[in-house]
DNA sequence: GACCTCGCTTGATATGGGTCAATTTCACCC
DNA sequence: GGGTGAAATTGACCCATATCAAGCGAGGTC
């Protein structure tokens, strides 16, 4: 049974990621069968709320397939993009009974659900469990500075072009492709999501797509189907060379 | 030898922070006893750049005395600041060899160092060092977030805000009074650190803190001193309630 | 005491992106 | 295949912040 990727362990695992991202660094039987006790699915339709900011919370998991966001939001109405989760991700904190966040499907989805309380009782006995967590999270915090220097310094120029990169790079990854010359793939995203994402508005995001559009850096099919036609260009574009593969 | 609080553990458990924070939750000797053999003082004087980003790094460190800083840099030198540094906090990461940001001191400071192999050898053998950095990672993803949002979406009035209201909270945490009505406090970072801090440019920053200072906001004793005669209007100011105790 | 430097402030002007307001497109449903 | 509504585009205008430039003040050096 080895290991060699991500994807193929967590498909040998079964078929859902958590067991093999957030436990069973080394496919340990018995810390499975002890995940399977306390998981359960759930499923959202695109646009639905998972969970609001401060809502109890009893529970931990991993996003199966989809994509949802997690957002946050001033009394007034402004609200920043803190999260993209796609599948393989995970969410909720050990320790923490209310949500912190928005958590929103943007597609339709499937989540992986533990039990948040018997899940920490098994991360206290399982070092495995928190040190995998732990690398997932400081994952993630680098993808969280990655995206602060996106949205302190970057023009909106750059930051679409960043944000197409990331996706077209994260889901390269996925289908087990290079990231390189042409690349193809949907949009999980709308105008007004992108521009939370990205601390812009809708409208500006918009003009900057036709922009990359009108100058080939990309190209359109419909509104969701995105090409890119060079990836070194659109990479060029969005302003740093950060080759890793980050994106929470 | 009982721990109420971290600042009591800390000081209960000896000089230096990351023994109590990172490592011995409950104080148990031989932890201590094995950190201590892998751990040096570092000091640094204001100004001075620890570690480049791409550097090697074969240590992860607390910091004990004075503010350091985590910088980011775009090619044409667009710099945005990615993490705060006030004693206590935590940086460095555990499997990982070279130093992801530029650490830079911006007071004169004392750092705690431990030799990263067996800082790492040891997480494995004792659940929790793991654990503890899991806590405080999650801690500092937060508030990567809540900074996420200051980025993307607030005014430059209330990203200055916000940034007082940070440091004062700090500040008065660290000092054991309440975070209300009347304090003061010292500066730490310069008009331009703060500008990378906020995304903005040194000349905005400076002309917001004279506006807040001729609306009676905030005080100002020389350049660094800051008195804040209203807390609460601050935090009016800074556009949201969040209490937390966030800030990496 | 004159001079220099560095951090900071202030002013004048430019501009990127926001705001408000129509249209247009397209995915979906009869 | 035509109708409908949400999503997206586009245009006109405006404003918050950036940019460029000048000047100030405190501390340090000769």
Same mark, same amino acid.
């Given at each position: 049974?080895?290991?060699?990727?991500?994807?193929?362990?967590?498909?040998?695992?079964?078929?859902?990621?958590?067991?093999?991202?957030?436990?069973?660094?080394?496919?340990?039987?018995? !810390?499975?069968?002890? =995940?399977?006790?306390? %998981?359960?699915? &759930?499923?959202?339709?695109a646009?639905?709320?998972? /969970?609001? #900011?401060?809502?109890?919370?009893?529970?931990?998991?991993?996003?199966?397939?989809g994509v949802a966001t997690?957002?946050?939001?001033?009394?007034?109405?402004?609200?920043?993009?803190?999260?993209l989760?796609l599948?393989?991700?995970?969410?909720?904190?050990?320790?923490?009974?209310?949500?912190?966040?928005?958590?929103?499907a943007t597609t339709?989805i499937?989540?992986?659900?533990?039990?948040?309380?018997?899940?920490?009782?098994?991360?206290?006995?399982?070092?495995?469990?928190?040190?995998?967590?732990?690398?997932?999270?400081?994952?993630?915090?680098?993808?969280?500075? !990655?995206?602060?220097? =996106?949205?302190?310094? %970057?023009?909106? &120029?750059?930051?679409?072009?960043?944000?197409?990169? /990331?996706i #077209?790079?994260r889901d390269?990854?996925?289908?087990?492709?290079?990231?390189?010359?042409?690349?193809?793939f949907e949009l999980p995203l709308t105008?007004?999501a992108m521009?939370?994402?990205?601390?812009?508005?809708?409208?500006?995001?918009?003009?900057?797509?036709?922009?990359?559009?009108?100058?080939?850096?990309?190209?359109?099919?419909?509104?969701r189907?995105?090409?890119?036609?060079?990836?070194?260009?659109?990479?060029?574009?969005?302003?740093?060379?950060?080759?890793?593969?980050?994106?929470?």
């Open positions: 049974m080895a290991h060699d990727d991500g994807i193929h362990a967590a498909v040998t695992c079964g078929d859902c990621p958590i067991r093999h991202r957030a436990v069973c660094a080394r496919c340990e039987g018995d !810390e499975i069968e002890e =995940l399977e006790q306390i %998981k359960y699915f &759930r499923s959202f339709e646009g639905q709320t998972v /969970i609001w #900011a401060g809502d109890r919370m009893d529970f931990v998991a991993s996003l199966i397939s997690l957002t946050q939001t001033l009394e007034d109405g402004r609200t920043q993009m803190v999260g989760l599948p393989s991700d995970f969410f909720g904190r050990p320790g923490r009974g209310e949500a912190a966040y928005n958590v929103i339709d499937v989540m992986c659900c533990f039990r948040r309380k018997p899940f920490e009782e098994m991360m206290e006995r399982t070092p495995h469990i928190a040190q995998r967590l732990l690398q997932m999270t400081l994952d993630e915090l680098d993808a969280a500075r !990655e995206w602060m220097l =996106l949205l302190g310094r %970057k023009t909106a &120029r750059e930051k679409i072009a960043s944000l197409l990169s /990331i #077209a790079r390269a990854s996925v289908k087990r492709q290079e990231a390189k010359g042409r690349m193809a105008r007004e521009a939370d994402y990205l601390g812009l508005t809708l409208e500006t995001v918009s003009r900057q797509m036709s922009q990359l559009k009108r100058e080939g850096v990309i190209e359109l099919e419909g509104k189907r995105v090409i890119i036609p060079d990836m070194d260009v659109l990479m060029t574009e969005a302003g740093d060379d950060s080759d890793g593969g980050f994106l929470v």
